[in-house]
């Protein structure tokens, strides 16, 4: 035996210092391998769309009903079992409306308890007993585990059980225990979330999908466009501000800015109504039906033209601070003919749709006018102040990257840069050639140097980077030709308008292309799946998310409602057990209270993706991987002790 072992094993017998001790894990272990594998869900392009989110997740996408069906069967009316459901969902607000009504709340607590606990158990079923404890609410922890144990064989205990129950109504605690059962059923039933992407933008509560992710007990995030740029302002990155206040303009979500992250706009609201005084600011209307009086609707008009004109000039800025991002072609103020109303663009000159600018100097297009100038850094001061979205931004950090590869499948948001033949496309990024797996690496490691380097030039090129990655076209994020937002507002014509996706799109059928992908990750091509989102399955059209055999699944199905007229249903989830995948189409869900006052649940459609010839097991997992590595580690530790070259303690 080695000096670096012999290091190791002493070590490892801190932990287990007798060879009883290292013998128990080994059969612990040993015992978790052969438990089947927990559910992993996965969901991407959520885009603030809190209420349909927090609701899948709540009935564990749809994991709940489920356990439900196979606790109660035909014991219970599908009425009942519907209840059960939304309260399991909901529990303080069913509460609410139920208990008004009941004559005699001491029976009705005692039923919904019993009820609960046996859901509880089944949900239970595929999980260690230690892994349970830890996922019991802190309060009720003895409780719960003392009902989980009832057992029907234990006749003379019933009496026990029963007491539990009565003293749980006695002493007024029922609502409270019933609320913490409802909380372990949820977790149970999703043990892993894997978020694929783009929490911001467009919807009314991504601040509250953040704050629901922040309390979610096992999660990671693979960071979307829409996220990055969200991340680069909160460094007071100016083309990511100008982008992220634009964005909320246009959909009418000014206050997830003002109420939800205490960003001052005052001073841009004051600018905006004073130099767009008499301005129609015809090419600026609202994207949906954000349901605003026409004062506030005119103030977003407004501000999103501001803001607008104020991302072209910052982001010229930024182009010419960074060469190596060759985007100097999208420096459009100076291709305006200010006295004709036309620009060109691509060689092709076109009439603008809006040609009144009252704040750009024809001979100096991109230079801020002083106005201009105090309304960006006062956002910059708001957007690095507001603690809440540091907080939030700091969980992206924690629990997010560029990719993850997960039992199997290799995640990212959008795509892998190809070129038209179908081979890794190599980036500039700072000088650097990168491509593939190595390309993503670079760029996280970028984005970490962004918020944690001591060097001013590597955190400004950090953030710089952010604002790259939201709409370049060597991002892995964005992956289309340009970002045409000078295009959409001020070009009527649509072939100026066209953004063209990365040749990794035309490829997703290729299975020597994709093989490739997987390869250059590490992956087996023959067992690995990618999962993606950002570009909207047409499904109305006939569109299949399931592509390559399988071997790719694009979950992008519209959670935001500004796109469920193009994929004609309200989202997907993808969901991993130990018999397969289940790819869950999702119909929009009319609101949180219609769900809980009149019980009505998301209806989806489960679709087989793979099903398992045999149960998978944790140990065909990476946890699995890893326990079989630590039982290999304690079985040379138990060699060592029996042959006395570690001391037992």
Known sequence: MDANELKYLELLSQSFPSAAKARAEIINLNAILNLPKATEVFASDVHGEYEAFVHLLRNGSGGVKIR????????????????????????????????????????????????????????????????????????????????????????????????????VIRTGCSEELIVAMCALIKQLSIDHLHLVGDVYDRGPAPHLIMDTLMRFHSLDIQWGNHDIVWMGAALGQRGCIAHVVRNCARYGNLSVLEDAYGINILPLAQFALDAYADDPCVAFGLKGNPQLTPSDYELNVKIQKAMAILQFKVEA???????????????????????????????????????VFPTIDPNDPFKLTPEEEEVMTRLEQSFIGS????????????????????????????GVPLNADGSLMEVDVFGGKYKGKELYDVLESYVRAGYNSTSPVMRKRGSDIMWWMWLAPGSPLFAKSKMATFELYLIAEKEARKEVKNPFYTFLENEDVMGNIFKDFGMDPAASRIVCG????????????????????????????????????????????????????????????AAVENEIDIHSKGRAIAHMDRRMLVADTDTGAKLKEQISDLERLLDAFERGVVAER
């Open 387 to 414: 603690e809440k979205l540091q907080r939030h931004m700091r969980l992206f950090l924690d629990h997010g990257s560029l990719y993850k590869v997960a039992n199997g499948n290799l995640l990212f948001h959008a």
């Open 68 to 167: 439900i069906e196979e606790t109660f069967g035909n014991d219970l009316s599908d009425k009942e079992k519907s209840a059960l459901a939304t309260l399991i969902y909901y529990p303080k607000e069913k509460m609410e409306l139920v208990l008004p009504q009941v004559d005699d709340k001491s029976a009705w607590y005692a039923e919904t308890i019993i009820r609960l606990v046996h859901v509880c158990k089944v949900s239970a079923g595929k999980y260690t007993r230690s892994k349970v404890r830890k996922a019991l609410p802190k309060d009720y922890a003895y409780i719960i585990e003392e009902l989980m144990t009832e057992s029907n064989l234990a006749v003379d205990k019933k009496a026990y059980y029963s007491a539990i129950i009565d003293a």
């Open 317 to 355: 800025q930024i182009i010419d601070d960074n060469p190596s991002f060759e985007m100097e072609e999208r420096k459009l103020l100076d291709k305006i003919d200010y006295d004709k109303g036309t620009v060109v663009v691509d060689g092709a000159e076109y009439e603008l749709t809006d040609k």
């Open 534 to 593: 950002h570009v909207p399955v047409k499904v109305k059209d006939g569109e299949d998310p399931v592509k390559c055999n399988g071997r790719v699944l694009t979950i992008d199905g519209g959670f935001s409602k500004a796109y469920q007229t193009t994929t004609g249903i309200a989202g997907y989830t993808l969901i991993s057990n130990s018999h397969g995948f289940v790819l869950a189409t999702h119909e929009p869900l009319e609101s949180i209270q």
